[in-house]
Structure formats: C-alpha cells, structure tokens
C-alpha cells in the first residue's frame, strides 16, 4: 500500500507523528509512505528543531506555498500538489484536521482517483464564518475513508450522509502526540527569566480574526485578562497575525509577558504546569482536557463539545463570563473533568490497523 501524508500547518505534523512512528513499527513492511509537507506554515526558527522534537523524518518535498489570501493559498497547494501525485502516484491519500492544505489536497486527491482518508474528521463548529468549517465540510465529503475522534463526530457524518463503513472511531490522535512527548517536556527560558512558579501563571494564545483583527477588540480582550488574572503572569506567544496588530497601538498590560512562539515542547511545558490556559484555539482545548488543565475558549463554540461536556473546557462568550471563570479558578472552584473514550494514546495504532487489515485489501 502506497501512501502520501500531507501535513500543512504546526499542528497537522504533531497529528502526524505519532501516524508515521506507528507505521514504522506495525506496518509490517506493507505500507510505504511519502511525506509532503505544503508548506502553508513554515517557520524557519522552528521548523528544524520541530521535526527533532517530534523525531519525525524530514519530509520528502516541501512545496513551499506560502502566506497569501484563502483562495490564493489554496490555489496554490492544489497546482503544486497535482503535479506532486502525478510524479508520485499513491493508493491513499491521507490528510489531517481542517486546514487549507487539507481542503486543497483532497480535492486533487479525488480528481486523480487516489483513495481519501481524512483523519478528525466530523467534527463540527455549525459556524460557517469559520474557514475551518468549510474545510471540514468539502473535506468529509470527499473522503473515502473518515477517522474520527469522537462519537460527536460519527453522528455529525451520518447526519450527513456518510455511510458507517466509511466510519471509523480511533480516538484522537493528537493525544498520541502529546503522551508519547509528555515525559521531554522542557522548560523554556522565560520560566527561570521571569521567576515563573507552577500553577501561579496563566497561558494565553489568540489568533482567530474575530478576536484580533480588530484593535479595539483584542485591546478589550487583554485588558480584561490583565485585570482579572490574580496578578499572576499571563505569558502570551503572540501569533505573527495579533503582533502585526499589536505594534500598531499604544498599549501597556503590566502582567501579560509578550513572547515570540515556542517549540511544541516548550509551549506543552507551560501548558501542563499553568493554573489555566485561555484560547481561541482547537487542539489546546483538547491537551488541556486531558492534563485536566482548565481551559477557556474565548469564543461562541467549538468543534470539541466533549471538551465542554466532560472535560476541562468552558466556552467564554462575553468578558463578564471571563473574570468569573478566571475568578472560580484562581478560587480553586473549577469543576472536574474526565478524558473521553478512546483519548489514550493508542489512536494511530488504530488506524494502522485498519489500514492494514480493512484497507490494504483493496489495494491488492
């Protein structure tokens, strides 16, 4: 079984990691893979020690796509993909979570009759101003094939239209990358440079265009966070999108510590040890979950209810939810969590199996 992995963006490499490793050690020599990385996020500070962390290959071809608007982006990786798979055909074509990578390489997928499978696939937002909404959309009705993470998202596929078997519940594959990389967590710099303790300093990440397109609502956003965090340290690794805003105002939050973006390791370390984390991200709500780390997600919803119904997360819709939420943490009042079913770092495993004994079948 011939097989490429595409990986477009930080987080689609840490979904990967642990594909690749369980290939390596139960693929019995029967499945080949090609790793293409699109380029859509390339950080060249952390790109060589990203790859080491995760001790994943380099991978074979980089296509270098770039920044550029949704359509331009997309155009891009779907022109230089194309001529990828042609010079490289494949059985399975295999891609992750719901960038524009994804969307752009399951299209060409199916136009050169190469088998789709989407791993997270059915998760749902309902929020169509999300691009990641539209991704996911495109990207499940194009798959042959849908691993997912939850039993949210087998009932939003069926709803859909997808057959059950075309379904497969592995579980979270993201958890496999964080357990396998708990015990190398490593503390990063700022932890001794700015006197940081455990569980006496928040984690804040925010990057989505209704949080910080808008100076004046990502200056709200920070200083509710910089008066209702406890006086603790809030360390925020500002997203390239929120510093290009940023350096256009006159601001000055005296407990929030501005850092440049850190490796997966050092990022996690923060994570783990932190009294909570605030976020419009999605697979931070799902590692805090399983840390049992509280989490509030500045934003309407989530494609991760599992994470708010049983797990760590609350949604924060307005500022006055904020300070209560950052309140009953700091009193020690946040409520308890579980991990769900199948979060158990065993997801790629999983997934190779199937493709070893329900998959490869019908590639012989």
């Known amino acids: 079984m011939k097989i490429i992995i595409v990986a477009g963006a930080r987080p689609n490499f840490i979904k990967i990691a642990p594909l690749i490793h369980a290939i390596n050690k139960y693929g019995n020599h029967k499945i080949s893979y090609r790793l293409v990385h699109t380029g859509q996020h390339y950080d060249k500070n952390l790109s060589d020690t990203f790859f080491e962390e995760l001790n994943i290959p380099k991978p074979d071809i980089n296509l270098e796509v770039g920044s550029g608007t949704q359509a331009a982006q997309t155009a891009d990786i779907m022109i230089k993909f194309e001529k990828e798979l042609q010079n490289h055909p494949a059985d399975y074509v295999v891609v992750v979570g719901d960038v524009n990578s994804t969307l752009a390489c399951s299209v060409v997928a199916k136009k050169l009759n190469a088998k789709l499978i989407h791993i997270e696939a059915g998760i749902r937002s309902f929020d169509m101003t999300m691009p990641e909404e539209i991704n996911r959309i495109v990207t499940d009705s194009l798959a042959d094939y849908c691993f997912t993470t939850s039993e949210y998202a087998n009932k939003n596929l069926i709803k859909y239209g997808v057959e059950n078997e075309r379904i497969f519940f592995v579980g979270n594959i993201m958890i496999d990358a964080l357990q396998s990389n ?183």
Not at 216 to 240: A, K, Y
Not at 289 to 304: A, D, G, Q, S
Not at 322 to 345: E, Y
């Open 182 to 364: 708990m015990h190398k967590f490593t503390k990063p710099e700022l932890w001794d440079e700015h006197h940081l303790q455990e569980q006496k300093y928040w984690v804040l990440t925010l990057h989505r265009p209704s949080n910080v397109d808008h100076e004046e609502e990502l200056l709200h956003i920070l200083q509710m966070i910089n008066s209702s965090c406890g006086s603790m340290p809030v360390i925020f690794p500002v997203h390239p999108r929120t510093e290009n805003r940023l350096k256009r105002t006159d601001h000055k939050f005296n407990n929030i510590v501005f850092i440049s973006p850190l490796s997966y390791l050092r990022f996690m370390y923060l994570v783990k040890h932190s009294i909570g984390v605030i976020t419009d991200s999605g697979g931070i709500q799902e590692e805090t979950t399983v840390m049992n780390i509280p989490c509030l997600t500045l934003r309407k919803n989530t494609e991760r209810p599992e994470t708010v119904v049983i797990g760590s997360n609350e949604l924060i819709t307005d500022f006055e939810i904020l300070t209560t939420s950052m309140n009953n943490i700091i009193g020690g009042r946040w409520k308890k969590s579980t991990i769900p079913i199948l979060w158990d770092g065993k997801t790629a495993e999983r997934i190779v199996e199937i493709m070893l004994t329900k998959l490869n079948d019908l590639t012989t």
